[in-house]
T-cell receptor, first 111, second 117 residues
């Protein structure tokens, strides 16, 4: 089955700086990669996703990149703000199975 | 790191039968577990929140008599799909959170693929 590794587990950045979270996957058949943001006390919410037919996708300050050859994908947040503080999960979807999640990254935005 | 397991990973059952899915936290005590349903190519749908020793809280539209949830211990929650129908075929994912504060980390299980024939 699929195996998703996510790094780092905790990331602290200064407000205004960029943050990058990286994930790798093992199943080359995986073709859909969503990212979820979980704010304190709330359920994870889908914030952006990318499919295997594109290499990059942007939505305002958030971007995702996908390298199918290397089987890794990343979340980039620019000009970070306090409200970006949360736990972020990457996931991969492939074959007949459902989503496989990474273990999450706790992003801390320092004022 | 913390690991959450689910069993079985895949199950095929006949229409009208019941199926039980287990979610276990392997190296921490999970005071709260969540059950999600994932539809093809779509995001997760939260079905219910399970707190150890108390009744589960179901999301609107989820039939509590059809999807029975039991959180009998701090490491185990079960989801039983009763009188399963083909439309119940889906991927079910649990997640587990240790501690009582919202600051506790949450970990997802690997999911269970249910196919009802």
């Amino acid at each position: 089955g699929e195996n998703v590794e996510q790094h780092p587990s905790t990331l602290s950045v200064q407000e205004g700086d960029s943050a990058v979270i990286k994930c790798t996957y093992s199943d080359s058949a995986s073709n859909y990669f969503p990212w979820y943001k979980q704010e304190l006390g709330k359920r994870p919410q889908l914030i952006i996703d990318i499919r295997s037919n594109v290499g990059e996708k942007k939505d305002q300050r958030i971007a995702v990149t996908l390298n199918k050859t290397a089987k890794h994908f990343s979340l980039h947040i620019t000009e970070t703000q306090p409200e970006d503080s949360a736990v972020y999960f990457c996931a991969a979807l492939g074959g007949a199975d459902g989503l496989t999640f990474g273990k999450g990254t706790h992003l801390i935005i320092q004022p | 790191g913390a690991v959450v397991s689910q069993h079985p990973s895949r199950v095929i059952c006949k229409s009208g039968t019941s199926v039980k899915i287990e979610c276990r936290s392997l190296d921490f005590q999970a005071t709260t577990m969540f059950w999600y349903r994932q539809f093809p190519k779509k995001s997760l749908m939260l079905m219910a929140t399970s707190n150890e020793g108390s009744k589960a809280t179901y999301e609107q539209g989820v039939e509590k008599d059809k999807f029975l949830i039991n959180h009998a211990s701090l490491t185990l929650s079960t989801l039983t799909v009763t009188s399963a129908h083909p439309e119940d075929s889906s991927f079910y994912i649990c997640s587990a959170r240790g501690g009582t504060s919202g600051r506790s980390r949450e970990y997802f299980g690997p999911g269970t693929r249910l196919t009802v024939t």
